[in-house]
């Protein structure tokens, strides 16, 4: 008469052979979690592991996100389809580090459709046993099991294990395959995450497709002129005489020195008609763009802002050199413990006006939508601290007028809003007098989020140096178009009727432009040069700011300091 084996807990000869183990870092995946039941080989084994061992898999670090950050939505469709393309824009642009995402994330979407395949053959499998213990008639009691099968308590196994399999085993083996099945989904599932955040990762530091107007290389194209230029005979006393440095201190409207011991190199006092011409300067540009009745609105934003806006407008923290860009506010311990989202002063109002939008969805019909703002801005950047960047060219703290619109997805239609701000920059500058240049800039001058950018330089008679090829010419303000790529990275959503109208539930993205209409050192300072007149030492108040500036007509040496 045989004897009834004792009732002990069942596990498996592999359980047996392979200790239990901690749950892998998301960065690490394991083969052995991924294998099957005993006696069995990994599925698709090859494909597990050169899918989990492949460097790309590892090296790519996720930006850590607040919970309340608009969640960005890439197309990693069309870069998959098109990674040439993508790969050429970057090169283009001076992006090389970027030009081989593309690839990359075609090999990380490899790698995400095994651990698809995997997962799938798990949950048919899981299933199968889930049905299998819910049917306890299908069951074989452990009695009849150690009877009939005295010599093997191991389940039956093979790479497509099927309900008829399942049939052979007592309830503790299905629960305990079970429990083996749910860490081996529980692996494939956080690869599947990890992989899906990688791709998202090196598709949000792609820049945007360049448009066919933009230049490719290094050299912009001259579009056209604003005013003329002056017939000045050219001497090195210009760099010094003609220089908004030495007439603004002649004439007691600048004090760097004062700035410097205050707050360092890079900022500055506006003193007495100095001032008085920024707030003029503001007061007609605002009075220029909203007057034409084209639908501007007025704004007054905030000057700091999260720095995942920041970032999701294509401001980066530092450069591609590693230099710094922007400004961060410091955090309290207290603050870092607790995941609190980190602030940085805004380098210009386009990123506030942007983050309006954030998060929301847009009506169609709404569109375009015109903001125009004025701010502070603040800009980290270390420019060289030659003669070119001195004075107000190249500052840390400035007040600037933003124009920012969100226009439908649609070349023509973001194209004639970026055409109307060029019109009003060229409107203004040229009522200053301010003899300029509209150029179109080529690809090595685009940032990340402009797929065509514009600039209007203007002469500063200080900066002219035909020795060495410089004719003068400086940049006061700018345009770009941004296609989708800041709605896209600031969930910024669009109903479209072409895509099924409000009742469809399908959403597009808007596109958006932004432009400069005055950026006051700049300008300050090309009015300072430019309407220098060194036989009365006095400069000339351009008469449409004259209405802001109590009548003036000129700025003389009476007001410079004792």
């Not at 239990?20 to 039941?37: C, D, E, G, I, V």
């Not at 001497?235 to 002649?250: A, L, M, N, Q, T």
């Not at 432009?515 to 040069?529: F, I, N």
């Amino acid at each position: 008469m045989m004897m009834k084996a004792s009732k002990a807990p069942f596990v498996c000869l592999q359980c047996r052979l392979v200790r239990p183990r901690k749950k892998s870092h998301l960065f690490q995946s394991s083969t052995t979690a991924l294998r099957l039941f005993s006696g069995s080989t990994p599925t698709s084994s090859s494909s597990i592991s050169s899918g989990s061992s492949h460097p790309a898999f590892h090296d790519v670090p996720i930006t850590s996100r607040p919970t309340t950050a608009p969640k960005p939505n890439i197309d990693i469709k069309h870069i998959r389809q098109n990674p040439s393309l993508y790969e050429q824009n970057c090169l283009e642009r001076n992006y090389k580090t970027q030009s081989r995402y593309p690839s990359r994330i075609i090999e990380l979407f490899a790698q995400w459709q095994t651990r698809q395949r995997d997962g799938r053959s798990l949950r048919e499998r899981s299933n199968a046993l889930r049905r299998q213990i819910s049917n306890p008639t299908s069951i074989q009691h452990e009695d009849e099991e150690t009877e009939s099968k005295p010599t093997s308590t191991a389940p039956v196994t093979t790479t497509s294990t099927t309900e008829e399999n399942y049939k052979a085993m007592t309830k503790e083996q299905l629960i305990e395959e079970a429990r083996v099945l749910k860490e081996q989904l529980s692996t494939v599932e956080e690869d599947e995450a990890r992989l899906e955040a990688q791709m998202a990762e090196l598709a949000l530091a792609i820049p945007s497709l360049t448009s066919p107007e933009s230049p490719r290389g290094k050299e912009p194209l001259v579009l056209s002129y604003i005013n003329e230029l002056p017939e000045l005979a050219s001497s090195s006393s210009d760099r010094v005489w003609r220089s908004h440095v030495h007439i603004g201190s002649e004439l007691g409207l600048l004090d760097f020195a004062g700035a410097a011991t205050t707050s360092g190199w890079g900022w500055y006092y506006l003193l007495d008609e100095g001032a008085q011409l920024e707030q003029a300067l503001v007061s007609y540009a605002l009075a220029v763009v909203t007057k034409h009745g084209l639908g501007w609105r007025q704004v007054s934003p905030p000057s700091i802002v999260y720095s995942h806006i920041a970032a999701a407008c294509g401001f980066q923290p530092r450069d591609q050199n590693g230099e710094q860009q922007i400004y961060a506010l410091g955090q309290s311990a207290s603050d870092v413990q607790r995941g609190k989202p980190e602030l940085c002063l805004a380098g210009t109002a386009e990123i506030p006006l942007a983050g309006m939008k954030a998060d929301t969805v847009l009506e169609e019909a709404d569109l375009p939508l015109k903001r125009v703002g004025v701010s502070r801005c603040y800009r980290a950047e270390a420019g060289a601290r030659g003669v070119d960047t001195k004075g107000l060219y190249r500052v840390h703290e400035f007040t600037k007028v933003e124009m920012f619109a969100w226009t439908p997805p649609d070349a023509d239609a973001s194209s004639e809003v970026f055409l109307e701000m060029l019109d009003l920059q060229t409107e203004i500058l040229q009522d200053l007098g301010l003899p300029c240049r509209v150029l179109e800039m080529p690809t090595a001058d685009l940032g990340a989020s402009a797929a065509r950018k514009c600039d209007i330089e203007a002469f500063f008679p200080s900066r002219r140096n035909l020795d060495r090829g410089d004719d003068g010419w400086g940049e006061v303000t700018s345009a770009s178009m941004c296609t989708d790529y800041q709605a896209r990275r600031l969930a910024t959503r669009l109903r479209s009727s072409a895509l099924g109208g409000s009742g469809s539930g399908k959403m597009a993205y808007p596109w958006t432009v932004n432009g400069t209409a005055l950026a006051v050192p700049r300008v300050l300072a090309a009015l300072l040069e430019n309407g220098w007149d060194e036989d009365d030492m006095s400069v000339a108040i351009p008469e449409c700011l004259r209405p802001w500036m109590g009548g003036k007509e000129r700025i003389g040496m009476k007001y410079r300091r004792s």
